[in-house]
């Protein structure tokens, strides 16, 4: 029984060393110390030996199971060194590569122009206030100086979802809102971004949904200069410090008096071309006075404060300063379009 075991063991031993990678170490382990291996067999005879015998048998089976269990974590630690080693010089890294480019998002264009106009007017000291887009009929008209029967809306212009609710029209009915929140104490002072709708067919200058933005300052003595003046400061951080603006009169009926305003055209420098149709003046912003009616409805005394008020919309500015020419660009979805504002390129 002893040359037995010495005989595995040799063997064993041998095998172990043969092996020439994992794989082929663990069929020896497998072979010679399994459940089902030749020592166990070995083992399963020791019923027959003397009393003597049988704990040196014992030992001695015990030593070359230890033994062959030593030989085969060395030799796997050999291998699996050798391994890695084989690994790393195959697959070695060339450094001198280069890197693949990572392609970061971008800003959509319209998000761009509505944050740097609200960077613009935060600067200023406004709030930046947001409100529901489906809206009450009320809010979106009544308060605005728009009683029912009023030419200026049009059941066929606006989804209605109720008689009594629709998808707003403008951004006008968050100023509503904010005014009747602040219970007749000024001031306010607040720009309104949002989306809006409008039941038109769509083509390059019109959409049925677009973004808006409206500002509006009520408290004690606003007047026209400071509306003009806040304009002013507006324009020329949006478009640069090189344009004039001039007031046109016009109508709203939510302020009066009411004004257009245009910023002077940097592409012909005033001379006139096809961006300002030949005047030399581009159309930006409507604007005005808040009128008296509005005032009240939202509970402020008209005879204490006063207020001014602009709207715009940020599609028609974005295409004046990146020279877009149909609103659809915003709204397709295209990456090559897309792609093209404030992207980062890393190379
Ligand atoms: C335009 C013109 C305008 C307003 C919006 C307004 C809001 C309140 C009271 C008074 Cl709560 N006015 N908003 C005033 C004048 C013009 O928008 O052309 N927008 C694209």
Redesign the pocket.
């Known amino acids: 029984m002893e040359e037995r075991l010495k005989q595995l063991q040799q063997e064993a031993t041998a095998k172990v060393e043969q092996s020439v990678d994992l794989k082929q170490l663990n069929d020896v382990r497998v072979a010679y110390l399994g459940k089902k291996g030749p020592i166990t067999e070995v083992l399963k005879g020791m019923g027959k030996l003397s009393a003597e015998e049988r704990p040196k048998m014992g030992a001695l089976a015990n030593e070359v199971r230890d033994d062959i269990t030593k030989a085969i974590e060395t030799k796997q630690q050999l291998l699996e060194t050798a391994e890695i080693e084989k690994k790393l010089t195959e697959e070695s890294i060339d450094v001198t590569l280069p890197g693949r480019p990572v392609n970061s998002g971008t800003h959509h264009p319209l998000t761009s122009v509505i944050e740097d106009i609200e960077d613009l007017f935060l600067s200023m000291g406004y709030t930046v206030e947001e409100g529901p887009e489906v809206e009450k009929d009320y809010y979106n008209f009544e308060?605005?100086?728009l009683p029912k029967g009023h030419p200026a809306r049009d059941m066929q212009d606006s989804f209605y979802i109720t008689e009594d609710l629709l998808l707003r029209t403008?951004?006008?009915?968050?100023?509503?809102r904010?005014?009747e929140r602040r219970e007749g104490k000024g001031p306010v002072k607040i720009i309104c971004p949002g989306k809006v709708y409008r039941r038109d067919n769509d083509d390059a200058t019109h959409s049925h949904q677009f973004m808006?933005i409206?500002?509006?300052v009520v408290d004690e003595n606003i007047r026209m200069s400071d509306l003009k003046g806040t304009l002013n400061v507006f324009a020329k951080r949006m478009f640069g410090e090189d344009r004039e603006i001039r007031l046109r009169p016009?109508f709203?009926p939510?302020?009066e008096p009411?004004v257009?305003m245009d910023i002077s055209c940097k592409i012909c420098g005033g001379k006139g071309c096809s961006v300002c149709k030949g005047t030399g003046w581009i159309e930006i912003?409507?604007?005005?006075m808040?009128?008296p009616n509005?005032?009240e409805m939202?509970g402020f005394d008209s005879k204490k404060y006063t207020?001014?008020?602009?709207?715009?919309?940020p599609e028609?500015i974005a295409m004046l300063k990146y020279g877009i020419d149909d609103i659809r660009h915003y709204y397709a979805n295209d990456q090559r379009f897309l792609t093209q504002f404030g992207q980062k390129e890393f190379k």
């Open positions: 308060a605005l100086n403008h951004t006008s009915p968050v100023q509503a904010t005014m808006q409206e500002g509006l016009s709203f939510f302020t009411s257009e912003l409507g604007a005005g808040v009128h509005v005032l939202a207020g001014f008020a602009f709207g715009m919309g028609r």
